[in-house]
Every structure is written in structure tokens, then in C-alpha cells.
């Protein structure tokens, strides 16, 4: 089970953080991934790190977000910076075990595990 946290309301340029802790299974083997879906559009691969730290983002988000894992708290964040108001989406974090260590993919069909997800805002 993924249980994300740490979504709101923000302005633009504010900043937040996003967590995915995940129950049931540790991380350590896992590539783990951050998408979302803003209303009306298809859900977006954000950023994703690999087993061995690795990080791939999505070039609109590049230089703004932070992805980065805990492996000891089971734990994956997102940080997100100079936020705007195309940021606004429901967040999902997702999993999948890693053939590759230094792997990862923005593909949603490449993941097996889900979070509910988490609401970010970005509006004045």
C-alpha cells in the first residue's frame, strides 16, 4: 500500500513537499514513480528514481522539482519549488520492482502499485 501526504493550496512560487510512504512492501528493490492528472487531461509522468538513485524528470518540471528516496523509511518525496498554476493535478506516486537498477520510466503502464493520491492547487 503507497499513502501519499503533503498536498494544499499554494500560491504560485510557493513550494511543497510531497510524501509517498509505502506499507507491506519495502522500497529498496522498487523504481518508484510520481504522476499526476490535472482535469480533463490524460495522467503525466512527473519524476522517477530508480533503485540506484537515478532521476528522471519531466522537462516541465525540470530545475523546480526534487525527487529523492528513503529507503530506511520506506519512503519517497517529492519537492516541488517556483510552483505554478499548470501544476495544479491530483499526485500519485507509484511502484514497480526494478529489472534495472539504474531504470526508471514516466510510462504510468509501467507500474504496478498505486497511491490514492493527493491534491496540489497552485492558485492566488
Same mark, same amino acid.
Given at each position: 500500500?503507497?499513502?501519499?501526504? #503533503?498536498?494544499?493550496?499554494?500560491? *504560485? !512560487?510557493?513550494?511543497?513537499?510531497?510524501?509517498?510512504?509505502? &506499507?507491506?512492501?519495502?522500497?529498496? =528493490?522498487?523504481?518508484? #514513480?510520481?504522476?499526476?492528472?490535472? *482535469? !480533463?487531461?490524460?495522467?503525466?509522468?512527473?519524476?522517477?528514481? &530508480?533503485?540506484?538513485?537515478?532521476? =528522471?524528470?519531466?522537462?516541465?518540471?525540470?530545475?523546480?522539482?526534487?525527487?529523492?528516496?528513503?529507503?530506511?523509511?520506506?519512503?519517497?518525496?517529492?519537492?516541488?519549488?517556483?510552483?505554478?498554476?499548470?501544476?495544479?493535478?491530483?499526485?500519485?506516486?507509484?511502484?514497480?520492482?526494478?529489472?534495472?537498477?539504474?531504470?526508471?520510466?514516466?510510462?504510468?503502464?509501467?507500474?504496478?502499485?498505486?497511491?490514492?493520491?493527493?491534491?496540489?492547487?497552485?492558485?492566488?
Amino acid at each position: 500500500q503507497l499513502v501519499e501526504s #503533503g498536498g494544499g493550496l499554494v500560491q *504560485p !512560487g510557493g513550494s511543497l513537499t510531497l510524501s509517498c510512504t509505502a &506499507s507491506g512492501h519495502g522500497l529498496r =528493490y522498487y523504481a518508484i #514513480g510520481w504522476f499526476r492528472q490535472a *482535469p !480533463g487531461k490524460e495522467r503525466e509522468g512527473v519524476s522517477c528514481v &530508480s533503485v540506484a538513485a537515478d532521476t =528522471y524528470y519531466l522537462d516541465s518540471v525540470k530545475g523546480r522539482f526534487t525527487i529523492s528516496r528513503d529507503n530506511a523509511k520506506n519512503t519517497v518525496y517529492l519537492q516541488m519549488i517556483d510552483l505554478k498554476p499548470e501544476d495544479t493535478a491530483v499526485y500519485y506516486c507509484a511502484t514497480r520492482w526494478a529489472d534495472l537498477i539504474n531504470e526508471c520510466k514516466l510510462l504510468d503502464q509501467d507500474y504496478t502499485y498505486w497511491g490514492q493520491g493527493t491534491q496540489v492547487t497552485v492558485s492566488p
